[in-house]
């Protein structure tokens, strides 16, 4: 499995250089140019278009493709004309924050999605199952960020017992157990908000798998010499439909990290997504460029993250 490992991370060389390039000339594409955001009623065009020669803006654009992509491979992702600091310390100041939000989300989603998806599998056709049903369909309906106002509105603003943004409380010592309850605090609205949307897809595939395996050959021997029911759940049915849903944590983590641009947004939580949207509003080029790229770095990774996870959850199947 090691070679097969190494292998797929080599073959993801060509295929980061292909969605680099991409994103570059895409990125040319856009209107303005980096310098655009600094411009001002008082800024003297001069200094402007010095700034352009300095950077070489001028340049051919397999000059200037060559010069950003060999100083990313250095970790230079170049500087944020918005913030007026590195990209790479922005990216970094953001991605744990997102990180964290990730992580909880995950925890949440398949806590409540694997029981309701068991329970529905397991007394199909019952009205526990038909309100599971009902519930998975509501939340598809309901777009996220409707959803993700309504939180905000119902639990952060009337009610007031989650805070609608930021990460950790103002005054509180970092290192502190209430530094690290603040933060936690601040995580538990947006990640349950994406919880509840995010389960319909795990309910209702972890119920059609135990449903399917219910009629399989082997649960029928094992019933016909006298197994209890539950015994059957447990050693059998639970155990193989459980096998598809562990093989799309890697995908799942992928989708929370794209999908947190909407509710770090809506919840004004400072992490990548929400830098992201900043990013274009301000048309801060090289952050844009880079988060594209460790976003697409990161579906990359996700693919491979899901083949590794199946490939060990169940011994039979091999990535190669």
Do not use: C
Not at 8 to 16: A, E, S
Not at 214 to 226: E, F, I, L, P
Not at 253 to 265: K, R, V
Request: proline share 5%; glycine share 6%; charged share 15%.
């Amino acid at each position: 499995m090691w070679k097969t490992i190494v292998r797929r991370v080599l073959i993801m060389i060509p295929q980061l250089f292909i969605l680099s390039l991409l994103i570059f000339l895409l990125a040319k594409q856009m209107p303005g140019d980096p310098f655009t955001g600094l411009i001002t009623p008082e800024t003297d065009p001069n200094v402007i278009e010095e700034l352009r020669v300095k950077s070489g803006f001028y340049d051919p654009w397999y000059v200037q493709y060559y010069n950003w992509i060999s100083n990313a491979a250095q970790g230079d992702f170049g500087q944020s004309y918005t913030f007026k600091k590195p990209v790479a310390d922005i990216i970094g100041d953001r991605a744990m924050n997102t990180l964290l939000l990730s992580l909880l989300s995950v925890v949440l989603l398949y806590v409540l999605a694997i029981p309701l998806g068991v329970l529905a599998g397991r007394y199909h056709d019952s009205l526990l199952d038909k309100s599971i049903v009902l519930y998975s369909f509501i939340s598809y309906a309901i777009p996220a960020f409707v959803l993700y106002l309504i939180f905000v509105f119902v639990f952060g603003y009337r009610l007031m017992w989650f805070p609608t943004s930021g990460t950790v409380d103002i005054g509180v010592d970092p290192g502190t157990w209430s530094y690290y309850w603040s933060k936690f605090y601040h995580l538990l609205l947006p990640a349950a908000s994406y919880a509840l949307l995010a389960t319909t897809g795990v309910i209702q595939y972890l119920r059609s798998e135990i449903i399917d395996a219910k009629t399989m050959d082997y649960v029928k021997t094992a019933r016909s010499k006298g197994i209890p029911m539950k015994k059957v759940y447990s050693r059998h049915i639970f155990r193989n439909s459980l096998l598809p849903i562990a093989a799309f944590l890697g995908f799942t983590i992928t989708g929370l990290l794209g999908g947190s641009i909407f509710i770090e947004t809506v919840f004004a939580y400072p992490g990548m997504g929400k830098l992201f949207v900043e990013s274009i509003l301000s048309r801060d080029y090289s952050v844009i460029t880079s988060l594209v790229m460790l976003y697409g770095f990161l579906a990359l990774l996700g693919s491979l993250l899901s083949d590794i996870i199946l490939s060990i959850v169940d011994p039979r199947i091999r990535i190669d």
